[in-house]
């Protein structure tokens, strides 16, 4: 089983809509991020969490919130989706060692009409 | 601040070619880490290898190469005689000292041609 999970793979929604991206992981890692990927851009960190009771914002969080349910899960919630949210969205893992790598879920293609 | 920058957006090879992928990195932390990552077109994230700051040793992994030089503060990665598996994009990473997070380039899309 993948150490990193994400759910769902692929989603269509419409403008306006809520919707959540769920994360779980197996690694036991405490640290906890989700980017999105726009052609051109890159990886953009959104939000991370370094335990359940730690939230940050990353570099573009307007938009999305998120929840750190267990130490495993982390959900990623767009309140009032628009379009140009469509992106690949990825959920990561790291411990805090500095030289540990992040292990990335398989990502989830939004596209929001 | 942190920043990475992979100026070459799409290279094209084709197959047997030797390519080499641009990073050149930003910091002011004398402690940091570096990594690269393939992004084949199924779209996961594939972590390929890291370099700390202290080890300027370069590195060769089967038809991979990195090239960590600290006075120029790139880390290349090159390929020898490239396949078209190696159709892909490439992101160079720098984690910072406090580890909290991950600095990624815009990436390079290299497409080998049969």
């Known amino acids: 089983d993948a150490d990193v999970t994400q759910t769902p793979r692929n989603r269509i929604t419409k403008t306006g809509k809520r919707i959540m991206l769920e994360c779980s992981q197996t690694k036991g890692h405490d640290r906890m991020y989700w980017y999105r990927q726009d052609p051109g851009l890159g990886l953009r960190l959104i939000y991370y969490s370094f335990d359940v009771k730690d939230i940050n914002k990353g570099e573009i969080s307007d938009g999305y919130s998120v929840s750190r349910q267990a130490q495993a899960k982390f959900s990623l919630s767009l309140e009032s989706a628009i379009p140009n949210q469509t992106a690949l969205y990825f959920c990561?893992?790291?411990?805090?060692?500095?030289?540990?790598?992040?292990?990335f879920g398989p990502g989830t293609r939004l596209l929001v009409l | 601040a942190q920043k990475v920058t992979q100026a070459q957006t799409e290279i094209s090879v084709v197959e047997k070619e030797d390519v080499t992928l641009d990073c050149v990195y930003e910091?002011?932390?004398?402690?940091?880490?570096l990594f690269w990552y393939k992004q084949p077109p199924s779209g996961e994230l594939v972590f390929l290898i890291r370099r700390n700051s202290f080890d300027e040793q370069n590195e060769i992994s089967g038809r991979y190469s990195w090239n960590f030089q600290k006075s120029t503060s790139s880390f290349n990665f090159t390929i020898t005689a490239s396949q078209v598996v190696d159709s892909a994009v490439y992101f160079c990473a720098l984690r910072d000292y406090t580890g909290n997070q991950f600095y990624f380039g815009t990436g390079t899309s290299l497409t080998v041609i049969p």
């Open positions: 910091t002011r932390d004398t402690t940091y880490y």
């Open positions: 990561a893992t790291s411990d805090n060692r500095g030289w540990e790598t992040q292990y």
